[in-house]
């Protein structure tokens, strides 16, 4: 957006008014390089030339020829709006002409009063954190006057003086039109997330018959059928459990984003041995073993950690050498400068080549066929989907024969309004 004078020297077809030349004045005084009066008709409109003139010159003259070529024309030149605040967020500086707003009514004003009251808090927030601890920060938000732009994204660095934080800048840039396709494609997610919760439900009930109704021609017309006739039930009763294994997998990889609970404090510690506890059969079957390093607490939705460890736990059992006792380990690093936790989980299986790292994350991608290694091949994009939604990322490094690391990296603190 650009200021609000940029186009208002140009002619108009009503008289210029006593009102707008007193405005005029005001910037003037105000020292608002983008003082414009609109020069309209009648007696006064040469004293609007006249102070459009005057408000050239005297911009020009506030600018030496280094300045010209200095910070100063690029922040008045820019088009992201940028402004500066005290620490009571009173504004000290804006490189733009608010709409109807003279400068000199925009300088002293509360930062607050210029934001959408729905995304404020969020500003509010951050500021505030910056304020505190010197660090930048960022956040979205939408004007509360018309500038031009539906939403922009602000970053926020502190102004020190010595070591001391004595205010803040912010630089705001329009974003109004990614902003419109994310909000369009997070629709669209959630109209498929609908479709795929409710098309998998539904596929449910004629499932149980088909299971139900084949069961009891097995045991009532067993001789009747014969053995072939048998044989068919059985392929049709394995082919209904392998169809509820998915809808059951498509179900949980549907819910991750919605219906997924809010992010609270969890000790990953406490999950993690949860986790073992569900799966002690299945480890003493195996004869694994699982060596647990210290995990730390963060904020996170506390059935989807479980779910978590529970599916790479549950992949390594899977994906075992045969003969080798399987050897887990779970462990974590935090890195407190960015405030990003790294959840490290390392088996000694089959592996596999790197160049499927991809792969192996998308919905029904398999690397061995069904009659080799039970499953959907959703485990572990439901892993994948957890991490997003978390803020995180998940990645995988392995060698065939020599076992797979899969690594979640996951933020501490979430952000507000998650």
């Known amino acids: 957006m650009r200021p609000e004078g940029e186009a208002s020297g140009t002619a108009s077809t009503q008289d210029t008014t006593v009102a707008q030349l007193l405005e005029m004045i005001a910037r003037l005084v105000s020292q608002d390089p983008h003082a414009r009066c609109p020069v309209g008709g009648g007696p006064l409109a040469p004293v609007a030339a006249a102070l459009n003139d005057l408000s050239t010159h005297l911009s020009a003259g506030r600018m030496s020829l280094e300045e010209a070529f200095g910070i100063r024309a690029l922040v008045e030149q820019s088009p992201n709006i940028m402004f500066t605040c005290d620490t009571d967020s009173r504004v000290r500086y804006v490189n733009f002409s608010v709409p109807g707003q003279p400068l000199s009514q925009v300088l002293g004003t509360d930062l607050y009063q210029w934001i959408a009251p729905e995304t404020a808090p969020v500003a509010r927030q951050v500021i505030q954190k910056v304020l505190a601890t010197g660090e930048p920060g960022a956040y979205e938000a939408r004007p509360s006057v018309t500038t031009g732009a539906e939403w922009f994204t602000a970053r926020v660095t502190p102004i020190k003086v010595g070591h001391q934080v004595v205010g803040f800048a912010v630089i705001l840039t329009d974003i109004s039109d990614l902003k419109k396709t994310q909000l369009s494609l997070e629709q669209s997610n959630r109209e498929l997330e609908s479709f795929a919760y409710v ?61 997924g609970q809010p992010f609270t404090p969890v000790d990953l510690s406490t999950i993690a041995r949860e986790v073992m506890a569900d799966l002690e059969m299945a480890l003493e079957q195996a004869g694994a073993t699982i060596t647990l390093g210290e995990l ?123």
Do not use: W
């Not at 449910?204 to 069961?215: A, D, H, M, N, V």
């Not at 392929?235 to 919605?258: E, T, W």
């Open 199 to 259: 098309a998998s439900h539904d596929l449910q009930e004629p499932l149980r018959k088909i299971q139900t109704f084949g069961e009891r021609l097995k045991s009532k017309f067993s001789d009747p059928l014969g053995t072939e006739g048998r044989d068919y039930i059985d392929r049709m009763q394995n082919a209904a459990v392998r169809m509820r294994r998915l809808i059951d997998d498509l179900l949980a990889f549907s819910r991750v984003s919605s219906q």
């Open 296 to 418: 730390p607490a963060l904020e996170a939705d506390p059935l989807q950690m479980r779910q978590l460890l529970q599916n790479l736990v549950g992949n390594a059992l899977k994906f075992r050498q045969p003969g080798v006792p399987p050897s887990i380990s779970i462990r974590g690093t935090v890195d407190a400068h960015t405030r990003q936790y790294e959840l490290v989980v390392e088996d000694n299986g089959i592996g596999f080549e790197e160049k499927y790292v991809d792969r192996i994350f998308k919905v029904f991608q398999r690397l061995h066929g069904r009659e080799q290694y039970e499953g959907t091949g959703i485990g572990l994009a439901i892993c994948r989907k957890i991490a997003e939604r978390h803020g995180g990322t998940i990645g995988a490094r392995s060698t065939p024969g020599k076992g797979s690391t899969f690594t979640i990296t996951l933020p501490l603190e979430q952000r507000t309004g998650k």
